[in-house]
């Protein structure tokens, strides 16, 4: 390897902009809104993407980006293929976190939870929403397998779509939504010198107890 460059220099400072006790909600999920609308406000490209960690029953981790499609109280949902390595996972043990990093915005958002799959129709919903080129790669992809060439891909995209005529991909039975029920969320907001904000929100029954958190 010819450029290798030390990172151990590589070092930001982080805005003065606080998190305040009095900036809480009662509700978490009120506040990783208003974080959420501040990151679309801003145009922060791919705001919805969220880092997904999962692990096998060995507690072998494996972590991807996916993205937010919805979220409400009951919780973050995604859509993935269910057959691909995260669903393999998750059928086995159905705990994960998610991740949220706005780096213009100083911010990161850490949660935690059970996992469940969404209903066909809500799969069905959101599928017959995207864009017909999606599904037919969404209909042809076994997510997470091997394929020997992008060529052969390619060539699979092609004879559905001539098989298909006017006709768009019906969403595969693999692929659908999963939520993942928050039982603790943590909203980190980066400050000078690395004496940073740290609320950490855990279910407590119908309510949720606040704790400050050291950085
Ligand atoms: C910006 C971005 C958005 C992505 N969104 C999704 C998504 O919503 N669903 C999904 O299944 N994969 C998504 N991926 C691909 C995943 O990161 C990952 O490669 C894929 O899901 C296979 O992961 P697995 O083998 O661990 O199951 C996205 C990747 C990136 C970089």
Known sequence: MSDIRDQRDTRNQYGAQGLHRKDLQAAPLDLFG???NTASD???????AMTLATADIDGQPAARIV??????????????????????QLNAN??????????QLHRQIRIEGAVELLSDAESDA?????????????????????VPNRQAMVDAVDN???ELGEREAARPSRWGGYRLRPNAI???QGRD???????????????????????
């Not at 740290?198 to 949720?208: E, I, L, P, V």
């Open 42 to 48: 801003n145009n922060l490209y791919d705001y919805t």
């Open 34 to 36: 208003e974080w959420l």
């Open 94 to 103: 159905p705990q994960a976190a998610l991740l949220f990093f706005w780096p």
């Open 126 to 146: 959101y599928f017959d929403s995207r864009p017909a080129s999606s599904k037919l790669s969404a209909a042809v992809s076994l997510q997470s397998q091997v």
């Open 193 to 215: 010198d690395r004496l940073h904000d740290r609320f950490r929100y855990q279910r407590d029954g119908d309510t949720w107890n606040i704790e400050r958190l050291c950085p």
């Open 186 to 188: 943590e909203f980190w």
């Open 160 to 162: 559905m779509r001539s």
């Open 67 to 88: 993205l937010l499609k919805h979220f409400d109280e009951l919780g973050f949902c995604w859509y993935t293929d269910r057959n691909s390595h995260k669903g393999q």
